[in-house]
């Protein structure tokens, strides 16, 4: 018998890698298809074009690094899985939270800058690297709410 | 530290120019300018420009053509005295490839015209009458086209009571490939009908016999056609084989061309030159002039008021592949400051944070050791290799401290991050503020030494004297702090306004520069990224163990794949974390260091010299 503290427990980790997977997806998709266009003029550009289409992929990682944590929690790694009350199951669901939103937005729009990056690098590549940086400063918000995620999941008492 | 520029102006004899320009480039330490419009480039630069195009045209076909070459393959050393000498086999190579080139491109083309040629034909091969027999005779006229496949059986219909006779053929993505026979009287009629159902005329290629016969002699020429083309891309490959004596040519046309870009203004007989120097380079510069010519003048003087000269950096060996770092961003502008020094510890301290893995730091130590020399790699791309490979070594060491081995726990020698995460955030806020903090004594230090005191001790000090009360609130006992901070505050409302006209706008304008403290507090939380790509890093591994883990616990098979896991898993954690390490301790400096105190906007110094892509020229 899984309790619903359990089940919901589960739902946190849920939303916090799926949205922020997508999220990932999405971005990486949206800089891949400009990336694609840049090389297809000149394939030397492969990999500046590269680097920059990996960076919207970091917040489907920092996605699974909550949902892996409230997982091993519960003890699903090792094969026991704990019984949690409703409160606590209540609790890591938001906790899942903002990783789950910050990860879906901010990998969308890092995504959009990463394309816009990847334009910049087909007309100057030596500027590849203002690409790069304009990029990270989306992911300052995933971190953040990695950040947040962490700590939240970190102070739930199983 | 910033290199101070003396500009050199040289008056020299036009017949000695072209010597000159080849010892300044071989001794590559002045950067000519160009002085607006009086400048000329020099003759032949045009035609430099052209080879040049033609050599990296042939480049682009050989490498299409032959094998490529391996990422790691190091330059190819050539003496300088031979890279004097313009290649001629290269040159003669570049002539014939473009000739080969063009060749296989025409055959090409006419094959593939030749295939939609019988393809256009496709419909009408059944036609059992010789093309050259297709003519209007003395009575009758013929119409050859498509038809529409919905209009059909209604034009049959309605051509019935014409003296008409159809022949439908097969079908095209045109519509219904038909020919129709009429006597000439008829002609406009028919010809209405063909109008009302959207009838298209069709031009048969100027060719006897048989369509079918027609296709099958294209289609024969076709793929002879092909096939010649192919015999010359083997031939080419040939020519790739001595791909070195291209890239040489290629080499040596971008020196040509960057010697020919400026003449400088000159009269009938001489020629005057403007250029910047580094201040202690101007011995060698006169050197190398002098071994050229005796007939010539030069002067190095301080830059005037208004002009503005490149930016050079020089740092030691430590600090020095930091400068890259910079060069990301923009050079320090002419005259401000330097912060190589500074930027140097710091980003080394917050790559190993944010990686946090002995193990991958050991890793990307040796793997780094090995690629460099291999490699060699020189100029931008080797100070980088550099920064990465110091964050390497400081990646051991944070690794080392809090116990992170591969994702492991082991012998942590401070602490586990991911169980005492307060801590943790304290010591990135720590080293946060520290470094905010090296950033305004940079500024103040740049306001000091411009003379204006008075806005180092209210727009920088002020700031200092309230944190550190802030700090002492925290850890003294008793009421020191809390003075300290008001005292702090104090001296920012009743300084930050005093650019303000009136005594209202002087309080308000005070007022509002101690809203900036929400910047400095947005500036310090953005250091916690140094805890949660860390988080990243481990957890990351961590899940990669225990997948492998779990795989090992199927059997020998699920080992093997275990094995499998751990490599890639550990390999694409270290690449994506790497890339991340160095993007966020960069970003650290730009936005929350650089923003106290840097200027930007220098240009970067770029010598006169020899400047090659593909060969290793040794003086």
């Known amino acids: ?158 | 530290m910033l290199i101070a520029m003396k500009k050199a102006t040289l008056f020299a004899l036009k017949e000695d120019r072209d010597a000159i320009l080849l010892a300044l480039q071989k001794d590559g330490n002045i950067m000519l300018i160009s002085e607006g419009e009086k400048t000329q480039t020099l003759e032949g630069a045009d035609k430099v420009g052209d080879q040049l195009a033609k050599a990296k045209d042939a480049l682009k076909f050989v490498d299409l053509h032959g094998k490529k070459d391996s990422m790691f393959a190091p330059r190819l050393p050539v003496s300088y005295d031979s890279f004097l000498r313009e290649s001629k086999e290269g040159s003669d190579l570049a002539d014939q490839v473009e000739e080969l080139s063009g060749k296989i491109m025409s055959l090409r083309n006419e094959a593939s015209t030749m295939t939609s040629q019988v393809d256009a034909l496709q419909p009408w091969i059944d036609l059992d009458i010789p093309l050259e027999q297709l003519a209007p005779t003395d009575s009758s006229v013929y119409f050859a086209g498509y038809l529409p496949e919905l209009e059909k059986e209604a034009f049959l219909e309605d051509i019935r009571e014409l003296a008409a006779e159809p022949i439908v053929l097969r079908e095209a993505p045109e519509g219904r490939a038909m020919l129709i026979f009429c006597m000439k009287e008829e002609a406009a009629r028919l010809k209405h009908f063909l109008k009302a159902h959207d009838f298209t005329d069709v031009v048969f290629p100027k060719r006897t016999g048989l369509v079918s016969e027609i296709a099958v002699d294209l289609t024969e020429a076709a793929r002879v056609k092909n096939l010649r083309a192919d015999e010359l891309e083997a031939q080419a490959k040939k020519i790739a084989e001595s791909k070195a004596e291209l890239q040489l040519y290629y080499d040596q046309l971008m020196a040509k061309e960057d010697r020919l870009a400026n003449g400088g203004v000159e009269t009938e007989k001489t020629f005057y030159l403007e250029g910047w120097v580094r201040k202690d380079r101007t011995v060698q510069v006169e050197r190398a002039i002098r071994s050229a010519t005796d007939a010539y003048q030069i002067e190095f003087r301080d830059p005037a008021e208004g002009e503005i000269p490149p930016t050079e950096m020089e740092n030691n060996s430590f600090v020095s592949p930091y400068e890259s770092v910079i060069e990301l961003y923009s050079r320090p502008q002419a005259g401000s400051i330097d912060p190589d020094f500074l930027m140097a510890p710091f980003h080394f301290i917050f790559f190993g944070m944010m990686l946090s893995d002995a193990g991958y730091g050991l890793v990307l130590t040796i793997g780094l050791l090995i690629a460099m020399k291999l490699v060699k790699p020189q100029g931008f791309a080797g100070k980088l290799a550099m920064v990465i490979f110091f964050g390497s070594i400081s990646t051991i060491i944070w690794g080392a401290l809090f116990g992170g081995w591969f994702g492991l726990e082991l012998h942590p020698l401070l602490f586990v991050p991911m169980k005492e995460p307060l801590k943790m955030l304290a010591l990135c806020f720590g080293l946060g503020a520290l470094h905010l903090v090296c950033g305004m004594l940079l500024k103040a230090y740049m306001l000091i030494r411009d003379g204006d005191v008075v806005g180092a001790f209210c727009d920088e000090f002020s700031w200092l004297i309230m944190f550190a009360g802030f700090l002492c609130m925290a850890f003294v006992p008793g009421p020191v702090g809390k003075y300290l901070a008001i005292a702090g505050a104090a001296i920012i409302v009743l300084t930050g306004g005093r650019e303000k006209k009136g005594i209202l706008g002087k309080l308000m304008g005070g007022l509002l520069s101690l809203y900036n403290i929400s910047g400095y507090m947005s500036d310090l939380l953005s250091y916690s990224r140094l805890f949660a790509l860390g988080l990243a890093t481990g957890v990351i591994a961590m899940v990669i163990n225990t997948i492998a883990q779990m795989l090992m616990e199927a059997g020998p098979v699920g080992t093997a794949v275990a094995v499998l896991v751990l490599l890639g898993g550990h390999v694409f954690n270290i690449v994506i974390n790497v890339l991340g390490a160095f993007v966020h301790s960069s970003r650290l400096q730009y936005i929350e260091f650089f923003g106290k105190f840097y200027e930007a906007g220098g240009k970067a110094f770029v010598p006169l010299a020899i400047r090659t892509k593909y060969m290793n020229v040794t003086k």
């Open chain 1, 1 to 158: 018998m899984i309790t619903l503290g359990t089940a919901l427990a589960f739902a946190g980790a849920a939303v916090a890698a799926g949205f922020a997977g997508v999220g990932s997806a999405m971005g990486v998709g949206i800089a891949g298809q400009a990336g694609a266009g840049v090389v297809s003029e000149d394939p030397e550009k492969f990999g500046n074009v590269l680097v920059l289409q990996a960076l919207p992929g970091t917040q489907g990682i920092y996605g699974l690094l909550i949902a892996f944590i409230i997982v091993l929690n519960l003890g699903v790694i090792d094969g026991s899985v704990k019984d949690l009350t409703t409160d606590q199951g209540i609790a890591l669901f938001f906790a899942g939270l903002p990783m789950a939103i910050g990860g879906l937005m901010s990998g969308i729009y890092q995504g959009k800058v990463a394309a816009s990056g990847i334009y910049l690098c087909a007309k100057r590549p030596e500027e590849t690297g203002k690409g790069i940086i304009l990029a990270a400063m989306v992911e300052t918000y995933a971190v953040l709410s990695l950040l947040i995620s962490f700590i939240m999941v970190n102070g739930v008492k199983l």
